[in-house]
């Protein structure tokens, strides 16, 4: 029990995401996969938790980490047969590599990091708008590069023929995994000494925190988190294309993580759960749904609308998110 | 209880930062041309009381009457335009802007425009800097001749009562004279004076009286003569 | 050398494009600290404007455009009013939340295809000096971002408005404390702010023929990035950080050798992250204090 009460604000939100893949297996073949879609995506918002939730710092770039692990796992495991056809340019150990599905996804956890920490270097030393800008600077490259640089990307072309390994128990276990390390980073020595430097640099500082040296870790893990994130999605897809890890899905994460409430792993997990199951249910309405004795049959491009208006309202009242950027607390009484 | 004459009625005040109460029943009065000081040891919340007073931090509870009409929850830009001036601890002048154009923004809360001219004369002569620097950049300008600009920015909106948070904060001695000495003239005009202070003796003696603050409570009223009783004045700070 | 000149001419066209731009997100980030994504979406209004007007003579047209931008500008100070203490990461998602509905309802309302705008099209002849060929769009471009901002520099400056406005931007609290009425204030720096928009909106409807759902978000990104890398806290700073943006822009992209064209925006990206680590205030501003933690 008391196991149970100190780790509550990690068993509690598995519990919920296991709740969520569980009914999800007992939905048709078409949901299903909006089901993994919105299990995958929270494991990419909680890999944005990991750094922007401790460090107080936005970081736009992120997602280039999900790309990098996407296209490292999915170019890793696309047959190599088929590969030199399509991409006449790559080079040719890319070319001629295939391996497994797991390593594939430890091959995008290594891209994640290497590429967050080489990043991390130079811009862990920007704080606020310039970390901002900086990141988001990033993003742009990342793209560019892999959209014109056909040695190593698919470039405009979609990259196809991507095992789709990424079921229930891969997405679960995934995402499962990823909050035992977004829950682990945040209460070990560097999560509280880099939260420390968010909430009051001087005294941190004064205290020997490094800010610089735990903002890098925090990015390298969350680079991590998010590469592997990256493996999930491309195996889910079976399909990548460049834009598909660019701009909509940076805003649309960080919105989810803005919305659930930046400063816990419960808001990330919150944040992400609300706005794609939303998203899910206004995509199902376009096609015409029945909820019980309703029926919805919403136009055509209203999903997109009425997200947006969601998010909007839901900032304007609530500025901090919907948790407040707390945990979820432990639903019983102290015991006497 | 209420004197209908009074420029300034303090009832009750209660500031709270979150649940960290800053101010804890607070009530003072302040009558036409009076000058009350408030004196008291850091952190003792007597910058919140007066920023309070002007709309600025919001009240928990109690009353603030400016000549018998309630500005509890009245924003600043109103208040200020009721007669009431703040010189915010700190100075906060508008330090990339020239002399002339901080002067500008002080006559934004004028009751009339008739006499301007007249009123702007009279801010001149008590601090010749104004006129002197007038196209100088202000936060080219010192200390004490920032603390002359922000009162002659105040004076300016022709106020009935000006509350002064630390005007001497950071001052010489000697620029804290010439201060003291146009505050006097300010007195002789009519103007009402809330002064708070760190320097306690000066505004002891300055005010009609003078209130401490500890806590943020007041906890007890001085006069003039007790400015030279250092039995007292300990007592009052640390008792 | 021919070539260079006109690169020139073209960059300064998109250099003074980017410097209105970046003075409306400047006035918008001084008066309200709102870092306002969805102010591409006032161009955007605007374009439809035009395009739905096609029948009326240009200067009504020019009107309309006026009005439905700056009612707008308006509708949106009111929108964003609760933002005003919020942290600048809500800010940013709720900004972008408005951009992303507004242009979806554009996506419902009109489609996707575009509307066409047919605004002024003669402008976008050439006319030759020597052997360089300049379009009349690009020199109308120029001359009304030298004006426009000169304009603003006076209004700010020499009129008690202009010195509200700044005394807000400045220090907000102590502006209302000396009875500036800072809700008239803001709603002027979105008027002014939509004023800009709209001279955007009719001086890229020349060259673009049609409205479409994300006319004007495209140029808020880049603009945005040239306000910080100017530097966000003055008007001045970061009206020329997004001239620098537009500048940059053009010049590398006429520059820039063929092949490597593509990775324009690599190489200018690139750029603004040595300004950033160099100079995290901006680039404009004096000394290298690290980046305030105003954010």
Redesign the interface.
């Known amino acids: 029990m008391k196991f149970l009460r100190r780790y509550w604000s990690l068993i509690g939100p598995s519990l919920v995401v296991l709740g969520v893949a569980i009914v999800g297996t007992f939905t048709s073949d078409s949901l299903q996969l909006q089901f993994l879609s919105v299990l995958v995506t929270t494991t990419i918002v909680v890999s944005l938790h990991v750094f922007i939730g401790n460090s107080g710092v936005i970081s736009f770039g992120h997602i280039s980490f999900v790309a990098v692990g996407a296209f490292a796992a999915g170019i890793s495991t696309v047959p190599a047969d088929v590969k030199p056809g399509t991409f006449p340019e790559m080079l040719p150990f890319l070319a001629n590599l295939e391996i497994g599905n797991l390593p594939s996804l430890l091959l995008a956890a290594i891209a994640g990091a290497t590429y967050a920490f080489f990043v991390g270097v130079p811009l862990m030393r920007l704080s606020g708008l310039a970390a901002g800008i900086a990141t988001f600077a990033v993003l742009i490259i990342t793209n560019n590069v892999f959209r014109n640089w056909e040695a190593i990307g698919p470039g405009a072309k979609t990259l196809l023929l991507i095992p789709e390994t990424t079921g229930f128990i891969q997405a679960t276990l995934g995402l499962i995994i990823v909050m035992m390390a977004a829950f682990a980073y945040q209460r070990s020595r560097h999560g509280r000494m880099l939260r420390a430097g968010r909430e009051d640099p001087p005294a941190a500082r004064s205290s020997g925190v490094h800010i610089y040296r735990q903002r890098l870790w925090a990015f390298t893990l969350s680079g991590l988190l998010a590469g592997f994130g990256g493996g999930l999605l491309v195996h889910l897809l079976g399909s990548l294309t460049t834009q598909q890890v660019f701009l909509d899905l940076t805003f649309i994460t960080l919105a989810m993580l803005v919305i659930g409430g930046i400063g816990s792993l419960w808001g990330a997990v919150v944040g992400a759960l609300f706005i794609a199951g939303l998203n899910s249910l206004l995509f199902n309405a376009e096609n015409g749904i029945e909820i019980g004795a309703l029926q919805l049959d919403l136009p055509t491009g209203s999903r997109l609308v009425i997200l947006g208006l969601v998010m909007l309202l839901v900032l304007l009242f609530r500025p901090d998110g919907i948790t407040r950027g707390r945990e979820l607390t432990w639903p019983f009484r102290a015991s006497p | 209880m209420t004197e209908p004459s009074a420029i300034l009625e303090v009832d009750h005040l209660e500031v709270r930062h979150g649940t960290v109460p800053a101010v804890l029943d607070i009530s003072l009065t302040i009558n036409p041309g009076e000058v009350v000081g408030v004196i008291g040891p850091n952190g003792a919340g007597k910058s919140t009381t007066l920023n309070s007073i002007m709309g600025l931090t919001k009240a928990s509870s109690g009353d603030v009457r400016l000549r018998g009409q309630s500005i509890v929850g009245m924003t600043p830009e109103k208040i200020s335009r009721l007669g009431l001036a703040l010189v915010p601890e700190r100075r906060h002048i508008f330090g990339e802007f020239t002399v002339e154009e901080n002067m500008r923004l002080g006559t934004m809360a004028r009751r009339s425009s008739d006499g301007l001219d007249e009123d702007l004369q009279w801010v001149q002569t008590l601090f010749p800097i104004v006129k002197e620097f007038s196209k100088r950049i202000a936060g080219h300008l010192s200390g004490g001749q920032q603390q002359q600009l922000a009162i002659a920015r105040a004076l300016v909106s022709k106020p009935d009562l000006i509350l002064l948070d630390e005007p001497t904060l950071g001052l010489a001695p000697s620029v804290v004279t010439v201060l003291f000495d146009a505050l006097a003239e300010v007195r002789k005009s009519g103007v009402a004076i809330l002064i708070v202070e760190q320097r306690a003796q000066q505004a002891i003696a300055f005010a009609d009286r003078t209130h401490v603050m500890r806590d943020g409570r007041l906890t007890m009223s001085l006069r003039p003569e007790d400015a030279t009783d250092t039995e007292r004045l300990t007592a009052a700070y640390f008792g | 050398m021919t070539t260079l000149f006109q690169a020139l001419v073209d960059a300064l066209a998109l250099g003074a494009l980017f410097a209105l731009v970046a003075m409306g997100l400047g006035l918008m980030f001084g008066v309200m600290r709102l870092?306002n994504f969805a102010y591409g979406e006032l161009i955007t209004a605007g374009a439809y404007a035009l395009a739905l007007t096609g029948g009326l003579s240009t200067w009504a047209r020019v009107g309309v455009a006026f009005a439905v931008v700056t009612v707008m500008a308006l509708l949106m100070d009111v929108?964003f009013r609760?933002?005003r203490?919020?942290?600048?990461?809500?800010m940013?998602?709720?900004t972008?939340?408005?951009s992303?509905?507004?242009q979806?309802?554009a996506?419902?309302v009109f489609g996707t295809r575009g509307n066409a705008i047919g605004f002024l099209p003669e402008l976008n002849q050439a006319i030759s000096i020597g052997d360089v060929k300049i379009r009349w769009v690009t020199i109308v471009s120029i001359v009304t971002g030298a004006v426009l901002l000169s304009l603003m520099a006076l209004l700010l400056s020499r009129t008690?408005i202009g010195?509200?406005i700044?005394?807000a931007a400045?220090?907000f609290?102590?502006?209302?404390?000396?009875?500036?009425?800072?809700n008239r204030v803001v709603a002027m720096a979105f008027v002014l702010a939509g004023g800009l928009a709209a001279t955007v909106t009719l001086v890229l409807a020349v060259q673009r023929p049609l409205a479409t759902p994300t006319f004007g978000f495209m140029i808020v990104i880049p603009a945005?990035?040239g306000v910080?890398?100017g530097g966000?806290n003055r008007l001045v700073t970061a009206t020329f950080g997004g001239f620098v943006i537009g500048m940059a822009t053009g010049l590398l992209g006429n520059l820039l050798p063929s092949g490597s064209r593509?990775?324009l925006?690599?190489a200018l990206?690139?750029l603004?992250?040595i300004v950033?680590?160099v100079k995290?205030?901006g680039l404009f501003v004096p000394g290298r204090a690290?980046?305030?933690?105003?954010?």
């Open positions: 870092i929108v609760p933002l203490s919020a942290t600048p990461a809500a940013l998602v709720a972008f939340a408005l992303f509905l507004l979806n309802v996506v419902v008690t010195l509200q700044r005394a400045a220090d609290q102590t502006a209302r404390m000396l009875g500036v009425r800072t945005l990035v910080v890398v966000m593509v990775f925006n690599s990206f690139a603004v992250i950033l680590l995290p205030n690290p980046a305030g933690e105003r954010l």
